[in-house]
């Protein structure tokens, strides 16, 4: 059985349907990339995933977990943490304020501070600037902080909305590059993406979104070869 | 009329009362994003309840502090549930109303419990007044003075330092982003509102112990003083309400002695249109847009 099965999940913003009827699902080990337009319902997916919006109809089954009665707070000591669009971290706190929030849940001091050193090693900047107000990192920085203060939680899995969003060629590779280690270290990862080239690219398979409607699926490099995809998403 | 010295030390007590009181509106603020116009009735709450205990009960002084300030914070604990919690998504002038009519509420058990006419209390702070050159500062300045550095002191360690305060800091910056970390919002905001009304509950406590009178209407003025020092301090930042704070009873302390009674309330608002003119946000408020 998948690691996280979605089915039939329909999501309302009042009376508008962000997303229509919606199943897919996500096997361990796997990076799943999730592309599409502006507004097709990515961000709304990985949130009614994560329990901050609740479903009108539909079942998310995280290892036998339905998300959809568990309280948002209570979801990432389940094993699953989420990487928010905008980075959303918090700006006030320092960057080690910051990381130790996502370790929020874990209650092993001596285990934290392994994690702590494994992050600073994966992220050297985040080290050097453990101090700084977090509010006053440059936008690539702050998405290393965004991601390494969910991997603080120990996750299986990981959900990621447009970590490339707003970043300079040069830090896009980086974070691409941190993405394919998460997967290599053995974490689940689902990425929600507009740079569907790079995002196909690392994936094994991937959901296109079209207004809240899966319009293709399938095996990522097949993806990249589909001439509608190449057409809308890849530009080419 | 004392030294200036004198009018000074005055003024930090009745200043660190306010700002006790004020940490309550700034913290709620900070995390609720709400004024909760009944913030000044728990003063009054707790005055009744330390009135109670100790001359009703007979209690020990330390057994009726802790029964009052326990009591306030349980007291702002259910407020919050039953009132405003089921609000948060309302408009907020359908919170300010509640919390309006809360005010009111808290007011009218009051009256109906011990009726309008104040009650005499003699103050619980038995400290001899001590004299420093021909500078006097009464026990219960004092003691004021103290206790309110170690609230305010234990608090800023309490946000700075432990996991917590952290997490009642990453809450009151983004609710859906602390529940990602699996902070519970609702236990935070709870907790908040605690540490609120307990502070209120100690002012309540020094405050009947410098004016050793009761009244239903007791928390409204030192309410709404500290609600004007919170914003004086910028709402929302914890060192702004006590700076608030401790500057509103300095000015009001000094305008009485040296100016005139009268005008005292005039100056203190005039101070207070005059910063929020220069810097809209308060002395140490964040020029940060509201988010929705
Ligand atoms: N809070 C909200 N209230 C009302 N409508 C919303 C809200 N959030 C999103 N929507 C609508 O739901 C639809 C899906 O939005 P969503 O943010 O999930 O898209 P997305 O695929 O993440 O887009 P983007 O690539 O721009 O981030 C859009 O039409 C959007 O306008
Ligand atoms: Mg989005």
Same mark, same amino acid.
Request: hydrophobic residues 50%; glycine residues 10%; contains cysteine.
């Given at each position: 059985?998948?690691?996280?099965?979605?089915?039939?999940?329909?999501?309302?913003?009042?009376?508008?349907?962000?997303?229509?009827?919606?199943?897919?699902?996500?096997?361990?080990?796997?990076?799943?990339?999730?592309?599409?337009?502006?507004?097709?319902?990515?961000?709304?997916?990985?949130?009614?995933?994560?329990?901050?919006?609740?479903?009108?109809?539909?079942?998310?089954?995280?290892?036998?977990?339905?998300?959809?009665?568990?309280?948002?707070?209570?979801?990432?000591?389940?094993?699953?943490?989420?990487?928010?669009?905008?980075?959303?971290?918090?700006?006030?706190?320092?960057?080690?304020?910051?990381?130790?929030?996502?370790?929020?849940?874990?209650?092993?001091?001596?285990?934290?501070?392994?994690?702590?050193?494994?992050?600073?090693?994966?992220?050297?900047?985040?080290?050097?600037?453990?101090?700084?107000?977090?509010?006053?990192?440059?936008?690539?920085?702050?998405?290393?902080?965004?991601?390494?203060?969910?991997?603080?939680?120990?996750?299986?899995?990981?959900?990621?909305?447009?970590?490339?969003?707003?970043?300079?060629?040069?830090?896009?590779?980086?974070?691409?590059?941190?993405?394919?280690?998460?997967?290599?270290?053995?974490?689940?990862?689902?990425?929600?993406?507009?740079?569907?080239?790079?995002?196909?690219?690392?994936?094994?398979?991937?959901?296109?979104?079209?207004?809240?409607?899966?319009?293709?699926?399938?095996?990522?490099?097949?993806?990249?070869?589909?001439?509608?995809?190449?057409?809308?998403?890849?530009?080419? | 009329?004392?030294?200036?010295?004198?009018?000074?030390?005055?003024?930090?007590?009745?200043?660190?009362?306010?700002?006790?009181?004020?940490?309550?509106?700034?913290?709620?603020?900070?995390?609720?994003?709400?004024?909760?116009?009944?913030?000044?009735?728990?003063?009054?709450?707790?005055?009744?309840?330390?009135?109670?205990?100790? @001359?009703?009960?007979?209690?020990?002084?330390? #057994? &009726? +502090? /802790?029964?009052?300030?326990?009591? *306030?914070?349980?007291?702002? $604990?259910?407020?919050?549930?039953?009132?405003?919690?089921?609000?948060?998504?309302?408009?907020?002038?359908?919170?300010?109303?509640?919390?309006?009519?809360?005010?009111?509420?808290?007011?009218?058990?009051?009256?109906?419990?011990?009726?309008?006419?104040?009650?005499?209390?003699?103050?619980?702070?038995?400290?001899?007044?001590?004299?420093?050159?021909?500078?006097?500062?009464?026990?219960?300045?004092?003691?004021?003075?103290?206790?309110?550095?170690?609230?305010?002191?234990?608090?800023?360690?309490?946000?700075?330092?432990?996991?917590?305060?952290?997490?009642?800091?990453?809450?009151?910056?983004?609710?859906?982003?602390?529940?990602?970390?699996?902070?519970?919002?609702?236990?935070?905001?709870?907790? @908040?509102?605690?540490?609120?009304?307990?502070? #209120? &509950? +100690? /002012?309540?406590?020094?405050?009947? *112990?410098?004016?050793?009178? $009761?009244?239903?209407?007791?928390?409204?003025?030192?309410?709404?003083?500290?609600?004007?020092?919170?914003?004086?301090?910028?709402?929302?930042?914890?060192?702004?309400?006590?700076?608030?704070?401790?500057?509103?009873?300095?000015?009001?302390?000094?305008?009485?002695?040296?100016?005139?009674?009268?005008?005292?309330?005039?100056?203190?608002?005039?101070?207070?249109?005059?910063?929020?003119?220069?810097?809209?946000?308060?002395?140490?408020?964040?020029?940060?847009?509201?988010?929705?």
């Amino acid at each position: 059985m998948a690691m996280l099965t979605i089915k039939d999940l329909n999501v309302y913003y009042g009376v508008i349907q962000a997303i229509k009827g919606i199943s897919f699902e996500v096997n361990e080990g796997e990076v799943i990339a999730l592309i599409g337009a502006n507004g097709a319902g990515k961000t709304t997916i990985l949130h009614t995933i994560t329990g901050l919006i609740t479903p009108k109809a539909g079942s998310i089954d995280f290892e036998g977990n339905d998300l959809v009665k568990i309280p948002a707070h209570k979801i990432v000591s389940l094993g699953m943490a989420h990487v928010p669009e905008g980075r959303r971290i918090f700006a006030e706190l320092t960057v080690l304020e910051n990381l130790k929030m996502g370790a929020y849940t874990r209650s092993d001091k001596k285990e934290m501070e392994n994690t702590l050193e494994m992050i600073y090693k994966r992220f050297p900047r985040l080290k050097e600037r453990k101090n700084q107000i977090a509010g006053t990192l440059s936008g690539g920085e702050q998405q290393m902080l965004a991601m390494g203060r969910a991997l603080m939680s120990h996750p299986r899995i990981i959900l990621m909305d447009e970590p490339s969003m707003g970043l300079s060629p040069l830090f896009v590779s980086e974070i691409f590059d941190i993405i394919r280690e998460i997967s290599e270290s053995g974490t689940t990862v689902l990425l929600v993406e507009q740079n569907a080239k790079k995002a196909l690219s690392i994936a094994d398979r991937a959901y296109v979104l079209e207004t809240g409607n899966i319009v293709l699926s399938g095996d990522a490099k097949e993806l990249m070869n589909d001439d509608s995809v190449k057409k809308a998403y890849l530009g080419e | 009329m004392g030294s200036v010295l004198e009018q000074l030390i005055n003024g930090l007590g009745t200043g660190s009362i306010y700002a006790l009181i004020a940490l309550g509106y700034t913290m709620v603020y900070g995390i609720a994003k709400m004024i909760n116009f009944a913030h000044g009735d728990i003063i009054m709450v707790g005055a009744y309840v330390l009135y109670v205990t100790v @001359t009703q009960f007979k209690l020990p002084v330390i #057994a &009726a +502090v /802790a029964i009052t300030v326990t009591f *306030c914070a349980v007291l702002g $604990i259910t407020i919050e549930k039953i009132a405003y919690k089921p609000l948060r998504k309302a408009p907020s002038l359908a919170v300010l109303i509640t919390a309006i009519g809360m005010s009111f509420l808290l007011q009218s058990l009051a009256l109906l419990i011990f009726n309008a006419n104040p009650i005499a209390f003699k103050s619980i702070i038995d400290v001899q007044t001590v004299k420093l050159g021909n500078t006097t500062v009464s026990g219960v300045t004092l003691v004021t003075l103290i206790v309110t550095m170690i609230c305010m002191i234990t608090l800023s360690l309490f946000i700075s330092k432990t996991k917590a305060g952290s997490a009642m800091r990453a809450v009151s910056e983004d609710k859906a982003a602390a529940q990602l970390m699996g902070i519970n919002v609702n236990r935070t905001i709870s907790m @908040t509102f605690a540490i609120g009304s307990a502070l #209120a &509950a +100690v /002012a309540g406590i020094l405050f009947v *112990c410098q004016y050793q009178s $009761i009244k239903p209407t007791l928390g409204a003025l030192p309410g709404i003083k500290a609600f004007v020092a919170a914003v004086l301090g910028g709402i929302g930042s914890v060192p702004g309400a006590m700076i608030g704070g401790v500057l509103l009873g300095v000015i009001e302390s000094i305008s009485k002695a040296y100016i005139s009674s009268e005008l005292t309330d005039a100056i203190v608002f005039g101070v207070l249109v005059l910063v929020l003119l220069v810097k809209p946000s308060g002395l140490l408020g964040k020029n940060r847009i509201e988010k929705v």
